[in-house]
């Protein structure tokens, strides 16, 4: 069926450290894993995505790595920063061309 | 602007009012998408559009939900009789499916947010 788990829903780290948030998905179809940033009362925003033909791929200080096999993807945050706090959502397409599923979020904290 | 426009920003209604919203996407988009956002949970999906053709409708979505694109342009979303559970951010986004294939990031819309009274 259609789903998307992530995990955890909530991360407190301290400023200057790494964050890991973690996402399983059912498709084995799926070719394409977006990761989206939402900052409280905003849209969610497309931050980094990877496509199924790579194993990671990196952004400055963002980077996302992609295990097909076990079907998980990770989004890493170094050198947290203030700014850096907000709701964390990935998401799956269902199939390959289809509509994209959401994560239930993960709501980072990031501690001066 | 050239992002994904959405109208109201907010909406208050009386329960059994009926809505509508509005969605006008980034225009060289093909793909439009309605999902729904409640308090602390991820974005849901309810039904998406690829030109005209609404390609699929979410089973969650009642008979009092009803979503077009006539020119393959703008989006509305309607909803019946609504209920206090149809309380929730409305949102809308864009994205662009090539010709050789695969989805590409969506840009989302502000979002509508209904409060049924």
């Known amino acids: 069926g259609e789903n998307v788990e992530q995990h955890p829903s909530t991360l407190s780290v301290q400023e200057g450290d790494s964050a890991v948030i973690k996402c399983t998905y059912s498709?084995?179809?799926?070719?394409?894993f977006p990761w989206y940033k939402q900052e409280l009362g905003k849209r969610p925003q497309l931050i980094i995505d990877?496509?199924?033909?790579?194993g990671e791929k990196k952004d400055q200080r963002i980077a996302v790595t992609l295990n097909k096999t076990a079907k998980h993807f990770s989004l890493h945050i170094t050198e947290t920063q203030p700014e850096d706090s907000a709701v964390y959502f990935c998401a799956a397409p269902y199939s390959s061309a289809s509509k994209i599923i959401f994560g239930s979020g993960t709501r980072l904290s990031i501690r001066p | 602007d050239t992002g994904v426009s959405q109208d109201p920003r907010h909406k208050i209604t009386k329960r059994g009012q009926n809505v509508t919203f509005r969605c006008d996407p980034i225009s060289e988009h093909n793909r439009l998408y309605w999902y729904r956002q409640t308090l602390g949970q991820g974005p849901e999906f309810l039904t998406y559009?690829?030109?005209?053709?609404?390609?699929?409708k979410s089973r969650l979505l009642s008979d009092r939900f009803s979503a077009e694109r006539p020119k393959g342009s703008f989006s509305t979303l309607e909803i019946q009789r609504t209920e206090q559970g149809d309380s929730a951010m409305y949102l809308c986004a864009s994205s662009l499916l090539r010709l050789e294939g695969g989805n590409y990031g969506y840009t989302f819309g502000s979002g509508t947010r209904l409060t049924v009274v």
């Open positions: 498709d084995s179809a799926s070719n394409y």
């Open positions: 559009f690829q030109n005209e053709a609404q390609l699929e």
């Open positions: 990877i496509r199924s033909n790579v």
